[in-house]
Every structure is written in C-alpha cells, then in structure tokens.
C-alpha cells in the first residue's frame, strides 16, 4: 500500500506534524511533541517502522535558518541535518527547508475556496505570489513564477525595520528601545518588524504604548488576551496596540509587494489571521494601498486570507513533489 509514499513534516517549537503522503496525497497525519534531537528523529524512525517502508523522500519544515542542508530550529533549540533525516528513515531524498518556503509553496496551487478575499479577484490568478505570516515570529515567503514553473526563494523578511508612521507613534517606539534595545538598528527609531507584529511581539508593542501613555508598569498580558481586550474595547491600550499592529503590518506588506510586484496574489497565513480576522479591516487595506503616486497600484494588487488547514503540511508537500520533479 506504500510502497512509494514521502513523509513531510512542519516542525514547531511545541509540536511537530508528521504526515504521510501517498501518490502526492495526504493520507495520514500524526502530532509529535518536538523536544530534543533525538526525540524528534525517533518520532520519524517510528513512522517509517510503522508503514513499514522507507519512503522515497523527506521534507522537514521549520522556523530557522538552513545552511548546507541543516536547519537551526530557533524555538526548539536544536540542529536538524539531512543525513539525520536519512538515517532515521532510509530515504533516499532529503530535505529541510525553512518554514515560510513551505508556507509559499502552500499557495501554489491554492484553489478559491481556500481563501479568503480581501481585495481584488475571486480566484487568485496564476503569478508570482507573496506570502506573509504573523505568529510566533513575522514570516515572510515569496514563490516567483518564471517560464510557466514556480520557485522559492529564502529570506527574512519579518526582521526588516520597522519605523513610525505617525508623529503620535515616535513616543511609543522609543519606549520600546527600553524593552527591546538589542532589536533596534543603531541609534535610530527603527526596529525588528517582528518585535511588534507576531505574537511574540505584540506583548512588547503593548508595553510600550503602555509607558508612552504614562503607565510607569504596564502589566505583562499574553497576545490573546491583549487582541481579545482590543476586540471588545475593554482596555484603551490594547485597542492601541491593535491598532498600530494592524496598520503596520498592511503599510509592510503593501511595501513588500510593491517591491516583489506579485501578480499571482497577497496571502496572510498562519494563527493570527486565522484566529483574528476582524483585525484586517479597512484599516489594513488602506495602510496595505497607501503608496504615494502607486496606491492606485497598490490598488490593483489581489490581497487575500489563506485558509487553508495545516499549510505548513501542503506547502512541505508541494516543495516535494517539485524537488522530485527535478
């Protein structure tokens, strides 16, 4: 029954999804606690055991930075290579990838009842596509259309700088650099677009419109809490800070594109879009379209809300079928 199947996996700081892929169907999926190396590797040994075949390719998708085929899992505090991968399951082919490559390749062949229309077409065209992700950190993925074929590329978007938009808001950063001054760049007003717009960040973005308005201790909340106070107007601050989140964030994507100019579709993925739609409101799409002499470009740009359950999974799957294509 499988004979020929792949394993994929998206790898977090908490949990990592296992799944298995039969003639480049998802045919089951298993939930893991991540922790150490070698729990991580037995996880997979398991599977492998368990189907009872090797699998002709693996694909491990994380949040970190991958270099001559290891990936450096940031939340899990870990290394994990290929030649792990291979000896844990007899693969021929493996892969680790960054996590927001697999979160572009989760749009290519996204179909219109997958999303979520923000602006612009019902069926997100076929082009060149940006993919955004507020979580635990910011990630960023872009998947380039070029001779009729889709590719990756890698980077780090989500630690671009990030500025005031407003004069009222310049209090509020430099009250950040108490918090944060190592995510600063240099002497200057800007920092880590991720130390405000993820949930990491958020409670920091809290904090500091706290001590902007006069609060010498602002109290220490969660994401959720600080987002579920904004929703129901409950605390001025976190309405505040859900305010400059949504703003910054659309004013940052709406810069991303205009840079990457992507024909094929804007796409927010991951928890906080999911769990929080309200906050992509008016106000994102004017801060994502307010571009000067190109907001009427910014305009014309397809801007949408994934939803489409486990991305992290289709997208390790569709950068495989395209690895093993080659």
Same mark, same amino acid.
């Given at each position: 029954m499988h004979e020929h199947w792949n394993l994929v996996a998206d790898i977090g700081g908490t949990n990592t999804r296992l799944g298995v892929v039969t003639n480049g169907e998802l045919t089951d999926l298993r939930k893991h606690p991540t922790g150490t190396l070698d729990d991580l590797l037995n996880a997979f040994h398991s599977l492998r055991d368990e189907v009872g075949t090797n699998p002709q390719a693996v694909v491990a998708a994380g949040a970190g930075p991958v270099r001559n085929g290891v990936i450096r899992l940031t939340n899990a505090n870990l290394d994990l290579s290929e030649v792990e991968l291979a000896q844990a399951t007899g693969a021929e082919h493996t #892969?680790?990838?960054?996590?927001?490559?697999?979160?572009?390749? !989760?749009?290519?062949?996204? =179909?219109?009842? /997958? $999303? !979520? $229309?923000?602006?612009?077409?019902?069926?997100p065209p076929v082009g060149t596509r940006l993919v955004v992700g507020p979580g635990t950190g910011l990630g960023v993925g872009a998947l380039l259309f070029s001779e009729g074929h889709y590719h990756t590329v890698s980077g780090e978007g989500g630690h671009v700088g990030l500025y005031p938009r407003h004069r009222d808001e310049v209090e509020i950063f430099e009250a950040a650099r108490r918090i944060a001054p190592e995510c600063f760049f240099g002497n200057s007003l800007a920092l880590e677009a991720e130390m405000f717009l993820s949930g990491t960040g958020l409670p920091i973005l809290y904090q500091a419109v706290g001590l902007a308005a006069g609060n010498a201790q602002p109290s220490l909340r969660s994401a959720k809490e600080i987002l579920a106070e904004a929703r129901d107007a409950a605390d001025p601050i976190a309405v505040k800070t859900a305010q400059m989140f949504t703003t910054h964030l659309g004013a940052l994507m709406g810069d991303m594109a205009v840079t990457l100019m992507p024909a094929g579709g804007?796409?927010? $993925? &991951? &928890?906080?879009? /999911? =769990?929080?739609?309200?906050?992509?409101?008016?106000?994102? =799409?004017?801060? #994502?379209n307010g571009g000067g002499r190109f907001s009427e470009l910014r305009k014309s740009l397809n801007l949408y809300v994934s939803e489409q359950a486990e991305f992290g999974i289709i997208g390790a799957n569709n950068f495989c079928k395209n690895a093993l294509k080659r």
């Open positions: #892969f680790v990838i960054n996590d927001f490559t697999a979160a572009a390749w !989760s749009v290519a062949d996204v =179909k219109q009842n /997958e $999303v !979520s $229309v923000l602006q612009g077409q019902a069926k804007v796409f927010l $993925v &991951g &928890g906080v879009a /999911e =769990k929080n739609r309200w906050l992509f409101d008016q106000d994102f =799409k004017d801060a #994502f």
